[in-house]
């Protein structure tokens, strides 16, 4: 299929152009709008040719012409409501270029957001969680006009298909908790310190979602429980955060695609991004 030009909205490190070319979806030319010069790297590493644009809210300085194709996963703190009134960039940007397919991602959040996003796009979202293409749950809601999207099949993705080495086999997170001493949830007891909790989960089969925090999805060789102080002997021998390519096959990158910046930089980046192989997925439904 060949579609003309597309451009790319909070662009990060455009996985938005692996989906295309995953998806056999040829096109002339790739804007992208980011501001973060990490992403920006990582783009023009593995698509040279990609247009940067720059800061969304200039939008209206772009001069575009023949638009295919808009996409984008906006931050969720962009979004205000007043009544059900919503402003934001991205329909701005729809409504003036008018292209032929638009896709906006976010992550799930209040109804009244989302219902407000539903009534200004005039469709209602798809939801899906990259648990079915990959081993991170990680759920979401897409707003597009491609037609009859359907989920995609369950691939049966494991995290041991992902992971580098099997010492840390279970899937985890570390989060502060208010634990008594038998490591019970203490949650309103406000004489109970809170600590560093690691939390091994009960189904190994999936590590939590990536986010631009480590901690947020780590694994470990402890059994499915909660362990006190997870930064001090012995339960920090007991896990360790994920690699930056265990985390690109999460989000269904190539291996080593973000190379080329920061290590910390690539996580940041890669929990920015989209799960690849979901976007390629809707992207099949183009007529």
């Keep these: 299929m060949k579609i003309r030009n597309v451009l790319g909205l909070f662009d990060g490190i455009s996985c938005g152009q692996v989906a295309l070319q995953r998806a056999g979806i040829k096109h002339d030319q790739y804007y992208a709008s980011e501001i973060d010069k990490n992403p920006i790297k990582v783009t023009q590493k593995n698509w040279p040719k990609t247009v940067q644009l720059g800061d969304i809210t200039k939008w209206r300085d ?26 934001f960039d991205f329909l701005d940007i729809v409504n003036h270029y008018k292209p032929k397919y638009w896709l906006l991602e976010n992550v799930v959040m209040s109804n009244d957001v989302r219902d407000a996003i539903s009534a200004a796009l005039g469709v209602e979202p798809v939801f899906i969680n990259s648990n079915l293409v990959s081993a991170q749950n990680r759920k979401r809601y897409y707003w597009t006009n491609i037609p009859d999207v359907v989920l995609p099949t369950d691939r049966g993705i494991k995290l041991s298909d992902i992971l580098e080495s099997d010492d840390y086999p279970n899937a985890a997170n570390v989060v502060g908790r208010r634990l008594n001493a038998d490591g019970v949830r203490k949650d309103y ?40 102080d997870a930064y001090e002997s012995p339960v920090k021998d007991d896990w360790r955060d994920l690699t930056n390519l265990e985390c690109e096959r999460l989000q269904t990158l190539p291996d080593g695609y973000t190379e080329g910046i920061a290590e910390t930089q690539r996580r940041r980046a890669i929990g920015n991004g989209w799960t690849v192989d979901v976007i390629t997925h809707i992207f099949g439904f183009m007529k």
């Design 62 to 87: 772009w001069d575009l012409e023949n638009i295919d194709l808009i996409i984008g996963g906006s931050p969720c703190q962009g979004f205000s409501t007043a009544g059900r009134q919503l402003n």
């Design 189 to 228: 007891d406000k004489s109970v310190p809170i600590t560093q909790c690691l939390q091994v989960r009960k189904d190994s089969t999936k590590v939590p979602c990536l986010t631009t925090v480590s901690k947020d999805a780590v694994v470990s060789s402890l059994p499915h429980g909660r362990y006190r």
